[in-house]
């Protein structure tokens, strides 16, 4: 569903009704409040994956996004982005999690809709592709994304891989989650 301001803008940034019940979830499973080890070694491994230079797992709460994963190639430096906190209407991984389903963005510019964005002038982001985390609860937790700087033609092989990435790492959650309720 679109939503609209008052004055009949279309919104860039979706509305998000289940943001409270994210963060509920967020803290029971531990994430999205503190950088993890771990999620950066899984972030690095999505960017090597995919051949890109910006990789990502990404939390979203009702006021901002947190990379709890990041990676970038040293090559991509000295660019500031990503940073590990950026605000909702900042980047296309709250597209994700209000749709519930994996965006494809091969040049962002193509798309009026996402051309506008923050991330396109002070980051220089060209290309996205991101899955949403969904757990087995259904909620979308957030998302693992990869970035790049120049349009790229990510395919049905790239949306296959972010996709099965995803779920690898929701696995690796919900594994987790049962270790610690059975210890």
């Known amino acids: 569903m679109t939503y609209y301001e008052s004055t009949g803008h279309l919104l860039l940034t979706p509305v998000d009704r289940e943001a409270p019940a994210r963060v509920l979830r967020l803290r029971e499973l531990g994430l999205g409040e503190r950088v993890d080890a771990g999620l950066d070694a899984f972030a690095g491994r999505v ?10 797992v990404n939390f979203i709460d009702e006021e901002r996004q947190f ?8 090559q991509a430096q000295p660019s500031d982005y990503p940073a590990r906190a950026l605000a909702r209407d900042h980047g296309y991984c709250p597209h994700v999690v209000v749709r519930r389903r994996a965006l494809v ?17 002070e980051s220089g982001v060209r290309s996205y592709l ?7 609860l259904g ?26 990435l995803a779920a690898e790492l929701v696995a690796d959650f919900h594994a987790r989650e049962d270790g610690l309720r059975a210890g």
């Open 47 to 56: 960017a090597r994956t995919l051949d890109a230079p910006y990789a990502g």
């Open 67 to 74: 990379f709890a994963g990041l990676h970038h190639a040293p």
């Open 105 to 121: 963005l091969e040049d962002v510019r193509d798309i009026a809709r996402f051309a506008g964005n923050a991330v396109v002038d």
């Open 130 to 136: 991101g899955a949403p985390l969904t757990d087995r």
């Open 139 to 164: 909620v979308v937790l957030g998302t693992v994304c990869a970035v790049d700087v120049v349009p790229r033609r990510w395919g049905t092989e790239g949306l296959a891989t972010i996709k099965a």
